[in-house]
Every structure is written in structure tokens, then in C-alpha cells.
């Protein structure tokens, strides 16, 4: 099969008749649809299973509960068959017909991102986007307009690497350069949404940065944890013996020494250090473990089970 397209959909029953017509009269290669019902609570799944019928190329799964955008296209990366993935939000915002000329960039990079320079967002969703898409890009140094369209296409390899959980699908590209794959952007049609409401809101700006923060941790420390934690220990610890040394000296001048505030600090200061880097030490030793068990050589071929 050379094409996959995964779709995660929360209450969108409205939007998938059409989104499926442009599918199939957008896409001529032999490709499959794998939607992703992700909780939906109106009657998304009851138009999957009568679409299904229709179209013989769609797949369905059905989440229970709400997981999350980036739980259904983990689950949806374990399912695809095709020697390339594609990526699109089932609310009629991404156009299809950008697929092909998406699929042609592939002959020389891995990840091809979209980009939605021209939006039809409202203003509390566009501008805190471009803030975001700034930060991460000086942040990570990988510059991209916006890391967030869900207009995407893959080498099967690549979205495969990609360990995704939380709400870490912002950042697939970043994820994918940091394993040494290929990045493009294409600018891509945007749409007005037509049917139902956006799942996102300002507070997906906060999330964001949050996420942010932990990616980056996670990109540097993981394999290495003493090299975080023990910094600060031993920062804490250097900190605490300037102060202890001049409480020395001032006890060995004068005789005398007097419990002060600062004193107390250099105290927690020492303590402090001692824990951070013993938390350090047993983050190496689980990570010893871990890989015991788990080789490096192999990381990259697993795949994530919801």
C-alpha cells in the first residue's frame, strides 16, 4: 500500500461525508483512511460505521473516553500499512487535494509540514499560535512557521520513530529532526470551519510551553539525569560551602558564631545538593536498567501500544 491517512475526529459527524468525498477524489494512489474516534460523544461513530460501508478504504477505531490528539495518532502509526502517512484534522480545515504535492516533496526530505499562512482562525487562536511557533523555533533551532498543522505527510519510518504521548504531537517535527530526519514546510490552504467547534483554546498556549519544557528535559536528560540533577546538586553544594566557609572564617577571627538566617539557607543549601545529586545517581541506575532490558539499537524500531 503506498499511502496512509490517519484522521483523529472528536464530534465531527457533520464534516465526515464531505471530508471523505474530497479524500477520494483527491488521492489516486492506492491508500487506506484510518479514523480515529477520539470519545466522541454525538454520533460520530454511528457516521463512521455507514461511511465504512461506502468507501471500502476506511478503517475505524473507537476510543471509550477522550485520550487525546496524540494518543489516536500513536495508535494510528501502529495500525498504517503505507509506505508513506499522512496526517489531517477531520474538521474540514485541511484541504486533501494538498496531499499529492505534499507526497512529490518526499523525494527529498522525510517529513513534509504544512503551513497555514493564510488562516481563518479567530484572533485568540491565531495570535498566541505565532508566539508559540517563535518560541519553540528559537528555542529548538529548527525554524518552522507552525508546528501545529495537522496537515502532514511522513515516510513510514519516520512518523514510526516519533514516541508520541500527552499532548506531544505539537512538536512531531522537532522530534523527528532531533532523530535526524529531513524537515520541509509547504504552504497549504486553510478553511473556515463550517461545522461544530474548536476543541482548542487560549489555554493551549500554556500547555504548550509546558509541554515544551518537558520535551526539551526529556531530549537532554533522559539518558543522562545525573547531568541535570547533579548540576544543581553540586551548584547547591558550592554555594552552601562559600557560605559555611565564611561563617569559618568569621568564628576563627572573632570566637564567636551566631545562628543566623543566612546560615540556615547554606544549611538547606548542603542538604538540598545532596538529594539532587542522589536523585541524580538513581535516575542512572533506572536508566541502566532500562536499557538493559530495552538495547539502544532497537528503540527506534518499537512502537507505542495505547
Not at 522530534?175 to 524537515?183: E, H, V
Request: aromatic share 12%; charged share 20%.
Amino acid at each position: 500500500m503506498n499511502l496512509s491517512v490517519i484522521i483523529p475526529v472528536k464530534d465531527e459527524a457533520e464534516s465526515l461525508p464531505e471530508l471523505f468525498a474530497e479524500i477520494r477524489a483527491a488521492i489516486a494512489d492506492d491508500f487506506e483512511v484510518i479514523v480515529i474516534d477520539d470519545g466522541s460523544r454525538d454520533s460520530t461513530w454511528e457516521t463512521l460505521q455507514n461511511l465504512s460501508k461506502q468507501y471500502d478504504f476506511i478503517k475505524t477505531v473507537k476510543f471509550q473516553y477522550n485520550c487525546g490528539k496524540a494518543a489516536a495518532l500513536s495508535h494510528g502509526f501502529c495500525m498504517a500499512k503505507g509506505r508513506y502517512i499522512a496526517t489531517m484534522d477531520g474538521d474540514l480545515q485541511d484541504d486533501p487535494a494538498e496531499i499529492p504535492d505534499m507526497l512529490k516533496m518526499l523525494e527529498s526530505c522525510d517529513l513534509v509540514s504544512g503551513w497555514k499562512k493564510k488562516r481563518h482562525d479567530p484572533w485568540h487562536k491565531t495570535i498566541p499560535s505565532v508566539f508559540f511557533n517563535l518560541a519553540v523555533s528559537i528555542v529548538c533551532g529548527q525554524r518552522l512557521h507552525d508546528f501545529n498543522c495537522g496537515l502532514k505527510v511522513y515516510k513510514a519510518e519516520v512518523a514510526k520513530s516519533v514516541k508520541l504521548y500527552g499532548d506531544f504531537h505539537r512538536f512531531i517535527p522537532l522530534m523527528a529532526s532531533w532523530n535526524g530526519y529531513r524537515i520541509a514546510e509547504k504552504i497549504v490552504e486553510h478553511r473556515a470551519r463550517r461545522h461544530g467547534v474548536s476543541k482548542y483554546g487560549v489555554s493551549r498556549l500554556v500547555s504548550g510551553f509546558l509541554d515544551l519544557i518537558s520535551l526539551m528535559f526529556l531530549h537532554k536528560f533522559s539518558i543522562k539525569p545525573l547531568h541535570f540533577f547533579g548540576t544543581l546538586g553540586l551548584l547547591a553544594c558550592f554555594v552552601a560551602t562559600i557560605i559555611f566557609g565564611y561563617f569559618g572564617f568569621e568564628w576563627a577571627t572573632t570566637g564567636e558564631l551566631r545562628v543566623r538566617p543566612l546560615l540556615v539557607l547554606a544549611g538547606f543549601a548542603f542538604v538540598s545538593g545532596v538529594q539532587f545529586i542522589s536523585l541524580g545517581l538513581l535516575g542512572e541506575m533506572l536508566n541502566s536498567k532500562l536499557h538493559a532490558t530495552f538495547p539502544l539499537s532497537i528503540s527506534n524500531t518499537e512502537t507505542a501500544e495505547k
